[in-house]
């Protein structure tokens, strides 16, 4: 079997213990199917001190989903450790200094339940919709006051939805994307993405919204946050170039790249020098070698001179 390919680097963390930051379609698992020992490093790498979070773009499912399946998997989880862009999206909704108290909903139920969770008032698209369609008003109208416009994917999308979300925003609402990735795939193949639906609205409103998932840097922020850490600080395992590896460097932190997913060594090999991953794995075992020697390299780093 190949050694991973491990590159140097001058980023350090706390000595304890690694944050890794996991992706998780096509990293733990690939449509329906485990990646075959990954679970297994991961609960090995808790059980030896390390923070284990997951993240990921996928904004139409609750976090105990999430929590079912990946304890199926003998992943190591709690509800607290797996923020999509849907609860990084609702933690996100919480920080800001104009409080926003009352949020129309583009997307899927377990984007609404994570904003429900936080204690913001929402009013859903599909409710606005029939609203507009039933009494001939405009979207800001039917959905009535609202500081924020979500939009996540809705897998259940209409004209009239994506319309009152621009209405809203045109209105005076923020708005705000848990995420741009265009594509979403599936099992019977490749579907419009929240992103999709995010540049249909910001081309109606003519407003470019906040975004949450990665490539930008706040999923990351705000999983790393949720086990008391920083984000500069965590080693990023994806699978994606232009999202989980993008958000890794954006934030100067490192990247395992796991070749188990939707990129090949040949476009990571494209990359200039400074865009590369520390680490290149091609499988379970790849990864958990790759892990011990990052990990022995922080405890050399942190050793006095």
Same mark, same amino acid.
């Given at each position: 079997?190949?050694?991973?390919?491990?590159?140097?680097?001058?980023?350090?963390?706390?000595?304890?213990?690694?944050?890794?930051?996991?992706?998780?379609?096509?990293?733990?698992?690939?449509?329906?199917?485990?990646?075959?020992?990954? *679970?297994?490093?991961?609960? #090995?790498?808790? *059980?030896?001190?390390?923070?284990?979070?997951?993240?990921?773009?996928?904004?139409?499912?609750?976090? %105990?989903?999430? /929590?079912?399946?990946?304890?199926?998997?003998?992943?190591?989880?709690?509800?607290?450790? /797996?923020?999509?862009?849907?609860?990084?999206?609702?933690?996100?909704?919480?920080?800001?200094?104009?409080?926003?108290?009352?949020? =129309?909903?583009? !997307? #899927?139920?377990?984007?609404?339940?994570?904003?429900?969770?936080?204690?913001?008032? @929402?009013?859903?698209?599909?409710? %606005?919709?029939?609203?507009?369609?039933?009494? !001939?008003?405009?979207?800001?109208?039917?959905?009535?006051?609202?500081?924020?416009?979500?939009?996540?994917?809705?897998?259940?999308?209409?004209?009239?939805?994506?319309?009152?979300?621009?209405?809203?925003?045109? *209105?005076?609402?923020? =708005?705000?994307?848990?995420?741009?990735?265009?594509?979403?795939?599936?099992?019977?193949?490749?579907?419009?993405?929240?992103?999709?639906?995010?540049?249909?609205?910001?081309?109606?409103?003519?407003?470019?919204? /906040?975004? @949450?998932?990665?490539?930008?840097?706040?999923?990351?922020?705000?999983?790393?946050?949720?086990?008391?850490?920083?984000?500069?600080?965590? @080693?990023? @395992?994806?699978?994606?170039?232009?999202?989980?590896?993008? #958000?890794?460097?954006?934030?100067?932190?490192?990247c395992v790249f796991m070749l188990t997913g939707v990129s090949t060594r040949d476009q990571l090999r494209g990359l200039a020098a400074a865009d590369q991953p520390v680490a290149v794995a091609q499988d379970a075992a790849e990864?958990?070698?790759?892990?011990?020697?990052?990990? *022995?390299?922080?405890?050399?780093?942190?050793?006095?001179?």
């Open positions: 079997m190949s050694q991973p390919l491990v590159r140097a680097s001058s980023a350090t963390i706390a000595p304890v213990s690694l944050l890794l930051l996991v992706d998780l379609d096509g990293v733990v698992y690939r449509g329906a199917d485990p990646v075959p020992g990954v *679970a297994a490093v991961l609960a #090995a790498r808790a *059980a030896a001190g390390d923070d284990v979070v997951y993240v990921t773009n996928n904004s139409m499912h609750y976090r %105990a989903d999430y /929590v079912t399946r990946l304890e199926a998997m003998g992943a190591p989880i709690t509800p607290d450790t /797996v923020v999509s862009s849907a609860r990084a999206t609702a933690l996100y909704l919480t920080e800001q200094d104009r409080p926003i108290r009352r949020a =129309f909903v583009l !997307g #899927a139920g377990g984007l609404e339940r994570e904003i429900r969770d936080v204690g913001i008032e @929402i009013v859903t698209a599909a409710y %606005a919709a029939t609203r507009m369609q039933q009494e !001939g008003i405009d979207g800001a109208a039917a959905a009535g006051s609202v500081d924020a416009v979500v939009v996540g994917l809705d897998p259940n999308v209409t004209y009239l939805r994506l319309a009152a979300a621009a209405d809203c925003i045109r *209105a005076g609402a923020r =708005f705000i994307a848990t995420n741009r990735d265009p594509i979403y795939p599936t099992e019977r193949g490749l579907r419009p993405g929240a992103g999709s639906l995010v540049a249909a609205v910001e081309a109606t409103s003519g407003v470019t919204p /906040v975004s @949450i998932g990665k490539p930008a840097p706040r999923l990351l922020e705000i999983a790393a946050r949720a086990v008391g850490r920083r984000a500069r600080d965590a @080693i990023m @395992i994806g699978d994606g170039i232009l999202t989980d590896l993008a #958000a890794a460097n954006a934030l100067g932190a490192r990864l958990a070698a790759a892990l011990e020697t990052l990990a *022995a390299s922080d405890v050399a780093a942190a050793a006095p001179a």
